[in-house]
């Protein structure tokens, strides 16, 4: 349908888009415009993210999706993945920003954990302990640190690039570890015991603040003046926006690079318990809660798949997996099942040699062929995401009813009744695009095309997504 279009541009950590969507009828109709790989580079000084070409991409799928659809595009919105940032000084970047799967920050925890005990740490952030926090990695900064006038996050960054306007939007201003989640503003006492300038901290907006036109350098190769709205611009939350939950009782697994799993709370939980379980307390839209644990998702796949055909290209990796996932399914039951979470499966490289040593280690049956091998990868995450689950459930004091499961694992078939079964709960699968639909309806809802709050946003993407139920099998005791 023609009328007024809103753009989002979803940028995931192996690859980006840009989709246009309207809204009729309450239906919300995306199109993607333009899709294209994210390849991080590796450098001397670590493993970097191709910011300069993302930002090209970005603006080239803009300039399309202009020319088909002119003078449409009512605004524009950015989401990524978290907590990487770069570092500025008078506007201008200092150094290539990092990618969260480089190997540096040890030392920063190190040193953030000397002058703030772990669990002072949660008490104050209510953040889950991962290596790459942006609290860490600034720690991990040395010298450049003090240079720097300004932190933008990827998103914020891209949309300083675009428009010139320095500030944090909350959701992913959330998972630097430098937020308190009771106030959802800086923890500024918090930044100076950690040596952190105050300067560096932009000012925070919410998802849906106006953020102002294109840049004149950026209107030229756009074709216009775009307007630009900040959306819940960390991809997870974009994501749990859209999880089409009709019922309170849901809990919820974003699977794409990583698996996202918990529930949504009006409040965080920063309990000793929690802390311990490593739950997270990041921001969603609306002032709720994502309360959730990062399991290691897709990524274990993607990355063999890397490993066995080095020199393929992304269409050909994806029609291999699909292959590998049919003769997975083939396998039988009783895979061996290894720990996801386990940080060795963190850094690029060997992901199947790492998985065959972990259960070999341990005494496991070692999966020999590379069936065998995804046909573990896809059980062993479907029992984390079940734990994690059960684990977010216990730690809230809530029930769970229905799992939903949004983003590129929805497609999984495999992974959707696996995690049905070792649940023992209904799965509901889809939609694939949830972190581009909550990005582009949270920019419908800013232009008043779609009711105010998370109801009526969920309310669309139940009626536009094409969802698929798994019912377990068994009596969850499987997990
Ligand atoms: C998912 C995600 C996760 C975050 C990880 C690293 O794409 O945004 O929520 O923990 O990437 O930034």
Redesign the pocket.
Known sequence: PAGTAVAAVDL??TSGRVILGRVHEGTLHAQHVARFANDPVRTRDGLHWNLLELYRQALSGLALAERESPGEIASVGID?????YGLLRDGRLLGLPYH?RDGRCEAGVAAVHARVPAAQLYARNGLQH?P?NTVFQFAAEGELLGLADRALLIPDLLDYWLTGVEAAERSNAS?TGLLDPRTREWDLELASSLGIPHRMLPPLIDAGTPLGQLTPEAAAVVGRPLDVVSVAS???ASAVAAVPAERPDFAYV?C???G?VGLELAAPVLSEEAYRANFTN?GGIGGTTRFLH?VMGLWLLSESLRHWEPGATDAQRSSRLSELLDEAARTGEGAPIFDVNDPVFLPPGDVPGRIRSWLAERGERVPETAAEIVRSIVESLAAAFADAVREGARLSGRTVSVIHIVGGGSQNTLLCQALADRSGLPVLAGPVEATAMGNLLVQAQTLGLVAPGLDALRAVVARSARIVAYAPRGDGSAA
């Open positions: 995931g950590a990524s993945w978290a907590v990487d969260y991962l790459f998972t960390h991809d997870t974003s794409g690079t990583w996202l990041e990062n």
